[in-house]
């Protein structure tokens, strides 16, 4: 995980914060009607939101129902700096016209977000399902304040239940920053493997004939599903089940025993989350892959010598025209012309 992205905790106390925030503005009582419409969408970003929103409302909501802050001792300074405590506390009028205005407000503001995005009870119940399209990567906080960032053109079904955190990966590449939880399991499900964690970062890619599971930090176990899972890990061979730490990577082909374990740049591998895209002894033709998902601006490569060119690198994910310039600067020895390489605009 790279040093500008944050973990599952830090997401979640920062999700906390806001809420709070927006709880105190709700009941200034002053936002405008663009601010409002800044909650309503602040909601909408992520099912974590909700949540929390709701948890620092029922705290609200206890504090104002307590019956004994006038027994409480106020703290009163006095010129001397010195704090005394006074033996009656001044009565506080009450506000309870004002508290029921603001919990009819954020109810109505989380019934527009659940109603709108559809995903807060879904993931508890018959799963949501996210897609993204060219050139969209999207970053998601769940429920349980874990991390998902999932690359263009990449397919995945969320389901939460009172044990296990299930996600089912249809098809792409995607980031799991895992919360800590070890009563239920974080369990990703993509075709013939499957990944089982509990608090971690890693990072999974499925492609057409194979799945690779890359740790950036923590560990996972990875397993070849052969069809006697249950929802969790499956009754495997030891052959077919390893244990990834930090840095590690294996590629699990469809149709073939289980690659070896090697040794990676975890943080490198999952820089593409933060927009960069790293490269280390590629083909151009994979590179131009890559770089065509992030972008609508399409490469194509002309000349077949050029493709199976290897290369290594580090480029913004959303600036092809630099891996051209970069291409036609150091293939010098292949005697390019301006037509080995055509880059163009594609719709969406």
Not at 215 to 220: D, M, N, P, S, T
């Amino acid at each position: 995980m790279s040093a500008g992205m944050p973990n599952a905790e830090q997401s979640r106390r920062a999700a906390t914060e806001q809420a709070a925030a927006w709880l105190v503005a709700l009941r200034s009582g002053r936002l405008s009607a663009s601010e409002r419409g800044e909650f309503i969408d602040w909601l909408r970003e992520s099912p974590v939101h909700i949540a929390e929103m709701l948890r620092v409302t029922q705290v609200d909501r206890s504090l104002e129902a307590f019956k004994g802050w006038a027994e409480i001792p106020v703290a009163e300074p006095t010129a001397d700096n010195v704090v005394r405590l006074m033996s009656e506390g001044p009565r506080l009028a009450p506000r309870r016209a004002r508290f029921m205005t603001v919990s009819r407000a954020i109810a109505a503001g989380l019934v527009v977000a659940v109603l709108a995005t559809g995903s807060w009870f879904a993931l508890r119940e018959t799963g949501t399902t996210v897609r993204t399209q060219l050139a969209e990567r999207r970053e998601m906080t769940l429920m349980d304040g874990s991390v998902v960032t999932v690359a263009p053109l990449s397919e995945l079904r969320i389901r939460f239940t009172n044990d296990r955190r299930s996600i089912e990966l249809l098809k792409g590449h995607v980031l799991f920053d895992v919360s800590p939880d070890r009563q239920r399991p974080f369990v990703v499900d993509a075709g013939t493997t499957v990944v089982r964690a509990v608090g971690t970062s890693f990072d999974v890619e499925r492609a057409a004939n194979e799945v690779k599971v890359t740790v950036v930090k923590g560990r996972v176990v990875v397993a070849r599903d052969d069809g006697t899972s249950d929802g969790d890990l499956p009754q495997t061979s030891a052959a077919q089940r390893v244990l990834l730490a930090a840095n590690q990577q294996v590629v699990v082909p469809s149709r073939a025993p289980m690659a070896s374990v090697r040794e990676v740049n975890g943080t490198a591998q999952a820089a593409w989350a933060t927009g960069t895209l790293v490269f280390d002894d590629e083909t151009v033709s994979e590179v131009v892959r890559r770089f065509n998902l992030h972008n609508v601006a399409q490469i194509q490569i002309l000349d077949p010598q050029l493709a199976d060119r290897r290369i290594s690198g580090t480029f913004k994910a959303s600036d092809p025209k630099s891996f051209v310039a970069f291409i036609h600067t150091t293939s010098a020895d292949l005697t390019l012309d301006r037509s080995a390489i055509l880059l163009e605009s594609r719709a969406k």
